[in-house]
């Protein structure tokens, strides 16, 4: 409760402009409760960031259990990674300044949850490759590949008007991926 109560003052009025005080005020907790958890505003802030990673993962765990072929499930991927990920900075107005102008701290934030998504591409892959819809290929590899190649298009999805761009092309750009990896196609 503490993290969404500031994630939503962060949210509202940006990192630098919420206190202690105001958290413990809004979350009707007191100050000492607050230190409980936390050391200093700083830590509050990087738990914020973790939650909000975490919400992108779970949206991309439940792509993973979906009962479609790999290639649906790549395609759902790729498309859900790039709409969680817009969907957590536009939900977080102010602080999305924050995210971008820290993004070091978001991408120390991010490493472990990135290990996790590569994996559930990996399996993807794999899954693909077992039933003859992907070439066989070095999985680890070709998982980090994918990742960073999403990962690539994030902020132009987010920062530029390409929404418009995106929803026209996103089918190229599904493809693009698999070109590489799908069997039965010549480029």
């Known amino acids: 409760m503490l993290i969404e109560v500031a994630r939503g003052l962060f949210a509202e009025n940006g990192k630098s402009e919420v206190t202690m005080n105001q958290i413990a005020e809004v ?16 830590d509050i802030y990087k738990a914020v960031i973790d939650r909000e990673l975490t919400t992108i993962l779970d949206r991309l765990r439940i792509v993973s259990l979906q009962n479609t072929e790999p290639d649906v499930k790549l395609t759902n991927h790729i498309l859900t990674h790039l709409d969680a990920v817009k969907d957590v900075v536009n939900r ?18 991010r490493r472990k949850i990135d290990a996790q998504e590569i994996a559930l591409i990996r399996a993807i892959l794999a899954d693909g490759i077992i039933k003859n819809i992907f070439k066989r290929m070095d999985l680890d590899l070709s998982s980090i590949i994918i990742f960073y190649a999403i990962k690539g298009l994030e902020v132009p999805y987010i920062r530029q008007n390409i929404n418009s761009v995106f929803e026209k092309n996103k089918n190229s750009i599904v493809e693009f991926v698999f070109m590489g990896i799908k069997k039965g196609r010549l480029y």
């Open 92 to 109: 977080n107005g102010s602080l999305r300044a924050d995210f971008f102008r820290d993004i070091y701290e978001v991408e120390r934030k």
């Open 27 to 42: 979350s009707k907790k007191g100050r000492r409760t607050l230190y409980t958890y936390f050391n200093n505003k700083e």
